[in-house]
């Protein structure tokens, strides 16, 4: 029985024998199993730390090592277990180039992970500092991914024997057609970098663009949304968005308002010589506020007319707003204590008598 055994094991098969065939297998599993337990340790450590302040360079490299794949264990496993076989020199040549294109597509979700990581990170850190940069950071992430993946995949074709040189100028001339027929799409791309770079607006921007007013909330590769002031979502091409007068009031440090009080024309002189400077004491009793100037400015048809300019100190809309409502309603107040009347769209009709001897 013993014989049968040791003739058995000592069997050839593909030139190793099954005691040496059971050896490799148990070292392709030990080294599996003591892959996987490390990215599991990994994983588990990297949930520990998600949470704790200043583990921030610790943080990246873990989720790195974190996201590494099943299969790239698996043909790593098998490449270190075949160490211990016997194998022909054309066997041994396909395990080597499968190793080579599993660490080049390992290397490359490494790359994509760790990018990834250091923008989420960046993106964390701008969201109360920087603005401009949340509207950059989907861009670059795209960019960066591709670059990734492009050089992989030519790594990967050399790997195979392909001849790269001759790939890289077939494809740059396929790329010339292919930019032609996606010219807008490329436009829109440009655009959004121009956006990147030039930062004429950024996320959280109130803007005016011809008819449509809106909060930017993402600025992507090809479109940016606005929110609008009824709500409902717009969605702009970046090449049409530069193309068209931008009016960024997210930038404005102040606001400028200008209003015209008119009276009748029966105010009396001391009144009229009077309302400039009662204007100019209402608005300086306001927070927020610089005054400019009010001036009798012209005899309407209809009214005398004093224009009066001053500014708001905040960017605020509803601000303004609150501002310009107490300044109305002080200025009635006021001059109803001075029997002053604000003028209104009046047409007087004067009727002449024809006399008796013209009328015969």
């Known amino acids: 029985m013993s014989m049968t055994l040791e003739r058995l094991w000592s069997l050839p098969v593909f030139n190793n024998s099954v005691t040496v065939w059971l050896v490799g297998v148990a070292i392709a599993a030990g080294v599996l199993i003591t892959l996987l337990t490390a990215r599991r340790m990994a994983r588990r450590y990297h949930r520990r730390l998600e949470h704790v302040e200043g583990a921030k360079i610790v943080l990246i490299p873990l989720e790195v090592l974190s996201r590494t794949a099943l299969p790239f264990f698996v043909v790593l496993a098998l490449f270190v277990g075949l160490q211990s076989l016997e194998i022909g020199p054309r066997t041994a040549a396909v395990f080597s180039s499968a ?37 950059s950071l989907g861009i670059i992430n795209v960019i960066v991914n591709t670059v990734i993946w492009a050089f992989v995949a030519l790594l990967t074709l050399g790997n195979l024997g392909v001849d790269i040189t001759a790939l890289v100028a077939g494809l740059g001339i396929g790329g010339i057609a292919v930019a032609l027929a996606v010219q807008n799409i490329f436009g829109d791309l440009f655009a959004s970098l121009s956006i990147t770079l030039d930062r004429p607006f950024t996320v959280g921007d109130f803007l005016v663009v011809d008819d449509v007013l809106g909060t930017v909330e993402t ?79 012209k005899h309407a048809a209809a009214s005398l007319d004093f224009e009066t300019v001053y500014y708001v100190r905040s960017a605020d809309y509803n601000r303004y707003m609150d501002i310009q409502q107490s300044i109305n309603l002080r200025l009635h107040e006021e001059f109803a204590k001075r029997e002053i009347e604000f003028a209104y769209p009046t047409q007087k009709l004067f009727v002449a008598s024809i006399p008796q001897d013209e009328a015969a």
């Open 99 to 135: 190793i080579t294109i599993a660490v080049f597509w390992q290397a490359g979700i490494w790359g994509v992970a760790g990018a990834s990581a250091l923008i989420e990170h960046k993106r964390r850190r701008s969201l109360g500092v920087d603005r401009a940069v949340l509207g």
């Open 219 to 297: 600025i992507g590769v090809k479109s940016t949304r606005l929110r609008s002031l009824s709500g409902e979502q717009i969605v702009m091409a970046n090449s049409d968005l530069l193309g068209s007068r931008v009016r960024n009031y997210g930038r404005m440090s102040e606001r400028r308002v200008l209003f015209t009080t008119g009276v009748t024309y029966e105010t009396k002189m001391e009144a009229l010589k009077r309302i400039p400077s009662l204007i100019r004491e209402i608005i300086q009793a306001q927070e927020d506020t610089r005054f400019d100037r009010s001036h009798f400015a």
